[in-house]
């Protein structure tokens, strides 16, 4: 059983900065992907950011620039750092772990940033 706890939301400013935080637990194996979704309301969900265990790593185009997402293989975690911040970032932001043809969720974190 994999479990994915995030925390960092909450609201800001425009052009302010946030950071998100993901750690997994559980059974994991070495070689996955972890990342960052987003999903706003009445929009599909999107994918932000993501980045293999080995490294490789591919942004959103409207967050690139602007967004780091950076892990620990280590500690299981995984951060997405989000700078200059748009009214349009806002949304509830998922993390998640790839392990094969299995993928966990977390439970989601809202990110609301006013104009």
Known sequence: QVQLTESGGGLVQAGGSLRLSCTASGSIFKVNVMGWYRQAPGLERESVAVMSSGGPTNYLDSVKGRFTI???NAMNTVDLQMNSLKPEDTAV??????IGSSTFWGQGTQVTVSS
Request: charged share 35%.
């Open 70 to 72: 950076s892990r620990d």
């Open 93 to 98: 932001y998922y993390c998640y772990l790839r």
